[in-house]
C-alpha cells in the first residue's frame, strides 16, 4: 500500500513538472485571432471607425463588440478579407464611419494662411504633420495616411485634401474595361 501511494506521488510529480513545462514553452502571447484581423486592417490608426487605433478595433472585432465593415480607409477589400477570414457575411461600408476614397489623398496645408495654433499637430494620429506654436505647419506627405482628421479640426479651413500625384514609383496600369480575348481563326470565322 505505501509502495502504491509513493509511485502514485512520483507519478503525479512527474507530470506536474512537465505539464509546467509545456505551459512555459508552448505559452500563446496574446489572441492569434486579433492579429491576424489587425493584419488585414490598413494601419492608418486614424480612429474613423470609433477606436483609437487599428488594433483596438481588431480586439472589438474579435470579442465581437464591433461589426467589420467601419473601416473607410480600407474599404470594401478589407471588408471582404475579414469576412473571410472570421467565415461571415461581408456587409456594405457603414456609412456612419466616412466614405471609402479609391484615390489615395493626402493633406496639404495651405502655409500663407496657417495660423499655427498646432490643432491639426493634435488631430493628426500618424504625426505626420510638423511645426510649431504661432509658426506656420506642414505635411510629411510619405507619412500622410490620407485619414481626414486634421480638415475639420483646423479653424481657418487651410487644409485640403489633394490627390497624390502619380509617379513612377506609384502609379499603376489601370484595368482594362474588358478582357482581352486573342483572335484567332476559329474566333474570326465566328464574327
Same mark, same amino acid.
Given at each position: 500500500?505505501?509502495?502504491?501511494?509513493?509511485? %502514485?506521488?512520483?507519478?503525479?510529480?512527474?507530470?506536474?513538472?512537465?505539464?509546467?513545462? $509545456?505551459?512555459?514553452?508552448?505559452?500563446?502571447?496574446?489572441?492569434?485571432?486579433?492579429?491576424? #484581423?489587425?493584419?488585414?486592417?490598413?494601419?492608418?490608426? &486614424?480612429?474613423?471607425?470609433?477606436?483609437?487605433?487599428?488594433?483596438?478595433?481588431?480586439?472589438? #472585432?474579435?470579442?465581437?463588440? *464591433?461589426?467589420?465593415?467601419?473601416?473607410?480607409?480600407?474599404?470594401?477589400?478589407?471588408?471582404?478579407?475579414?469576412?473571410?477570414?472570421?467565415?461571415?457575411?461581408?456587409?456594405?461600408?457603414?456609412?456612419?464611419?466616412?466614405?471609402?476614397?479609391?484615390?489615395?489623398?493626402? $493633406? %496639404? #496645408?495651405?502655409?500663407?494662411? &496657417?495660423?499655427?495654433?498646432?490643432?491639426?499637430?493634435?488631430?493628426? !494620429?500618424?504625426? $505626420?504633420?510638423?511645426? *510649431?506654436? +504661432? =509658426?506656420?505647419? @506642414?505635411?510629411?506627405?510619405?507619412?500622410?495616411?490620407? &485619414? +481626414?482628421?486634421?480638415?475639420?479640426?483646423?479653424?481657418?479651413? @487651410?487644409?485640403?485634401?489633394?490627390?497624390?500625384? !502619380?509617379?513612377?514609383?506609384?502609379?499603376?496600369? !489601370?484595368? !482594362?474595361?474588358?478582357?482581352?480575348?486573342?483572335? @484567332?481563326?476559329? @474566333?474570326?470565322?465566328? =464574327?
Amino acid at each position: 500500500m505505501l509502495m502504491a501511494i509513493l509511485i %502514485v506521488s512520483v507519478l503525479a510529480g512527474l507530470f506536474g513538472l512537465l505539464l509546467g513545462f $509545456a505551459s512555459i514553452r508552448f505559452k500563446v502571447e496574446g489572441d492569434p485571432i486579433v492579429d491576424q #484581423i489587425d493584419q488585414l486592417l490598413p494601419q492608418t490608426q &486614424c480612429g474613423q471607425c470609433g477606436f483609437p487605433g487599428c488594433r483596438p478595433y481588431a480586439e472589438a #472585432i474579435a470579442s465581437g463588440e *464591433a461589426d467589420i465593415n467601419r473601416c473607410p480607409p480600407g474599404g470594401e477589400t478589407t471588408v471582404q478579407a475579414l469576412a473571410d477570414l472570421l467565415g461571415v457575411e461581408p456587409k456594405p461600408l457603414d456609412a456612419e464611419a466616412g466614405e471609402p476614397s479609391d484615390i489615395p489623398m493626402v $493633406a %496639404v #496645408i495651405h502655409e500663407e494662411y &496657417c495660423i499655427g495654433c498646432t490643432l491639426c499637430i493634435q488631430a493628426c !494620429p500618424v504625426d $505626420a504633420i510638423v511645426g *510649431a506654436p +504661432k =509658426q506656420m505647419h @506642414t505635411v510629411i506627405a510619405d507619412e500622410c495616411t490620407g &485619414c +481626414k482628421l486634421c480638415v475639420p479640426a483646423c479653424p481657418v479651413d @487651410t487644409i485640403t485634401m489633394e490627390p497624390i500625384p !502619380p509617379t513612377p514609383e506609384n502609379w499603376t496600369w !489601370p484595368f !482594362p474595361d474588358k478582357p482581352y480575348i486573342p483572335i @484567332t481563326v476559329e @474566333t474570326a470565322h465566328e =464574327q
